[in-house]
């Protein structure tokens, strides 16, 4: 499998699972059991917030697949967030 594909799908991946988090009623108990401690507060009630813990997070997961080796895991936890604040904004124009 190709590494831009993983890519691709990893950098969808952080940008529905940070708008299930941020937007979504599912999340909506984990959003005010949150709401006391201003740190997590701000990181689910934040989409740019989220998205950067959230792509933390798949970077190390593709990394532990096999796609991304420790010595570019900062740069691809940062693309990771930048597409999935790409796709955001494209989306939120559009609405």
Do not use: N
Request: hydrophobic share 50%; glycine share 6%; net charge positive.
């Amino acid at each position: 499998m190709s590494t831009w594909f993983v890519f691709i799908v990893a950098a969808l991946a952080v940008f529905r699972v940070t708008e299930l988090i941020v937007y979504d009623k599912v999340f909506e108990w984990l959003r005010e059991l949150c709401k006391p401690v201003k740190f997590f507060r701000d990181v689910t009630d934040c989409y740019y917030c989220c998205g950067q813990w959230t792509a933390l997070l798949a970077a190390i997961y593709c990394h532990y697949l096999g796609y991304c080796d420790w010595k570019h895991a900062f740069g691809y936890w940062q693309g990771l967030a930048g597409a999935s604040v790409v796709i955001y904004r494209a989306i939120r124009d559009r609405k």
